[in-house]
């Protein structure tokens, strides 16, 4: 690539200086045309003037030579009649010259009764010259003006080969720049070589050192990112694999619990019910007993169910997807603890609710009261007979709602705190089969809060009761 780069530079200047040289020497040429056009006008201009001031042809034509001679120039004078008839001519005999007719420039003068520019051999000088000739109508005739070309060529000549000198030395010099150019600029593409072969055998920590801020500068500097972002996103996809991992193991462990959970009350309905179809059972209480256990345990396969099918819907419902309304959460909280009216009765519990006379709330109804129904019903559950369930709301800061449940039950053991809103996590079991709990109330509260950009927690201790805390992100009059 560097050799590549090195021709590509050298064609560029060479092509360059060539055609900087040609360029340089067409206006050259047209600058040395121009300046001997001006030459031959300002002669002629000088040799009215004398005309005008009563001198003749001759005295006119001298003083035109001496003033023009004085800055290195040769100028000829020469006076054409009408017919072409030379009738003076400052450097030959004029007697002894042809006639002028045919001359190519005195021809269009004449016929232009202007001006007009000629270069051609000139027969009598013998070299190249340059003519004007211009028609004088205060004299009727024709006045010619004219340089010999051979002293512009020799100038001419001298100034091609000094800029051919400078051409070539420029040709060398910027040679020898771009040879050194092109090492510098190809140095962090071969080190770009050189680190993505090492970044296709996974090393990403070399970076490209370049300090410019050219092309190649904002190439590095965009390799190095990219190699940031590549890096940085295989530490995320790492994670991600991880966190794949860690669901997969949670899948697997939530599969187990369910098919666990199932098949108990699973055994227990269909013991029962081959016992009461394989033995004769002459005692009607006895038949009535087993009945009761199988409605009992299909009950709470309906509850579990019914819990599963709860929580896999609020897991595949993104923040946003919710049908949300403006209702008054006191009156929501008043709804539910009537609801639970008839299971509070049956352990002579009562439930007191503190909660500002007006908290308005953002939120689907129908979500916050799984909330509410699930933390009532533990606290009914677990609280002791004859007790009180306390339910309190908070207005807080940044929008935030909290709703306490506090219960006087025997409290949760410090050990089982961290692990009561997981899956299928009892911290009694055998009590909470017996009070028909599916293990899954608390995990159904956990997620429906992070719906709404919240949290839960717990503060327990053994034989003090316990009191959750839900945090939600609802509170509509202060949006």
């Excluded at 021709?7 to 067409?26: D, H, K, P, R, W």
């Excluded at 092109?182 to 680190?195: G, V, Y």
């Excluded at 599963?308 to 049908?323: A, H, N, P, R, V």
């Excluded at 009180?388 to 039950?409: A, H, M, N």
């Amino acid at each position: 690539m560097l050799r590549k780069i090195q021709l590509l530079l050298f064609f560029i200047v060479v092509t360059s200086v060539v055609t900087t040289g040609l360029v340089a020497a067409y206006f050259m040429n047209a600058y040395s045309n121009e300046m001997n056009r001006n030459l031959l006008i300002s002669a002629n201009k000088l040799f009215d003037m004398e005309l005008e001031d009563g001198k003749d042809f001759e005295e006119a034509t001298k003083t035109c030579q001496r003033v023009f001679s004085e800055s290195g120039r040769a100028v000829r004078m020469t006076i054409v009649a009408l017919d072409g008839t030379v009738i003076y001519d400052s450097n030959e005999d004029f007697f002894q010259m042809d006639n002028h007719a045919d001359r190519e420039e005195i021809a269009q003068a004449i016929k232009s009764r202007g001006s007009a520019f000629k270069i051609r051999f000139s027969n009598t000088l013998g070299v190249q010259t340059l003519y004007l000739a211009r028609y004088h109508e205060t004299e009727n005739l024709v006045v010619r003006t004219s340089i010999p070309m051979l002293a512009y060529k020799d100038r001419m000549v001298q100034m091609r080969g000094s800029l051919f000198a400078i051409m070539l030395t420029a040709l060398i010099l910027y040679s020898y720049l771009g040879y050194h150019f092109a090492r510098k600029w190809t140095r962090p593409l071969i080190e770009l070589k050189n680190s993505t072969e090492m970044y296709k055998r996974s090393n990403y920590f070399p970076r490209i050192q370049n300090l410019s801020d050219d092309e190649v500068g904002i190439l590095t500097a965009a390799f190095n990112n990219m190699a940031d972002d590549i890096e940085t996103k295989l530490r995320d996809l790492e994670a991600q694999n991880r966190k794949l991992a860690q669901l997969e193991e949670m899948r697997a462990e939530f599969v187990a619990n369910v098919s666990h959970e199932l098949k108990t009350p699973l055994t227990s309905i269909r013991g029962f019910i081959d016992t009461l179809r394989n033995t004769k059972i002459d005692d009607m209480a006895v038949a009535e007993r087993f009945l009761e256990i199988i409605d009992i345990e299909a009950e709470r396969l309906h509850q579990l169910i019914n819990d599963i099918l709860q929580l896999s819907e609020i897991e595949t419902t993104g923040k946003g997807d919710e049908e949300t309304t403006v209702f008054n959460l006191e009156i929501l909280v008043e709804d539910v603890v009537s609801e639970l009216k008839d299971t509070a009765s049956h352990k002579n519990t009562s439930i007191m609710v503190e909660t500002p006379e007006n908290l308005p709330v953002l939120a689907d109804p129908y979500r916050i009261r799984q909330i509410l129904v699930n933390l009532l019903d533990n606290a009914i559950k677990y609280g002791k007979e004859d007790g009180q369930v306390r339910v309190l709301l908070k207005r807080e800061p940044d929008r935030f709602v909290s709703i306490e449940v506090t219960d006087d039950g025997d409290g949760i053991g410090t050990e089982h705190l961290e692990r009561v809103f997981e899956r299928f996590y009892r911290v009694d079991k055998s009590r909470s089969r017996e009070v028909g709990g599916t293990g899954l109330g608390l995990s159904i509260v956990k997620h429906i809060a992070q719906l709404y950009e919240g949290s839960v927690s717990v503060k327990s201790r053994q034989g003090a009761g316990a009191t959750f805390t839900v945090h939600l992100k609802i509170a509509e009059d202060l949006v």
